[in-house]
């Protein structure tokens, strides 16, 4: 009647991990569901493409600012 009530207290539960796999591994319940395997999305699905977008972009980022040839012309 302990044990019943321990495992019917979540907390008590985290004092006895061991208890808790072994019931875990006797389950018939848990042994009876289907299982996959998930893999985390490392890898973007959608390809990189270097469209013209990005080209403006670089040119505009490797391009001096305005600010700069002002204060240089002062």
């Known amino acids: ?3 019943q ?3 019917a207290n979540p907390f008590a539960l ?3 991990p ?3 796999l072994e019931a875990m591994e006797r389950s018939e319940r848990l042994n ?3 299982s996959r395997v998930c ?3 490392d890898k973007p699905l ?3 493409v ?3 977008g990005q080209d403006f972009d670089r040119e505009v980022d490797a391009a001096p600012d305005v600010v700069e040839e002002i204060q240089e012309e002062a």
Do not use: H
């Open 1 to 3: 009647m302990q044990k």
């Open 5 to 7: 009530s321990l495992y």
């Open 14 to 16: 985290m004092m006895d």
């Open 18 to 20: 061991q208890a808790v």
């Open 32 to 34: 009876r569901l289907q």
């Open 39 to 41: 893999r985390p999305l």
């Open 46 to 48: 959608i390809p990189l």
């Open 50 to 52: 270097n469209s013209e």
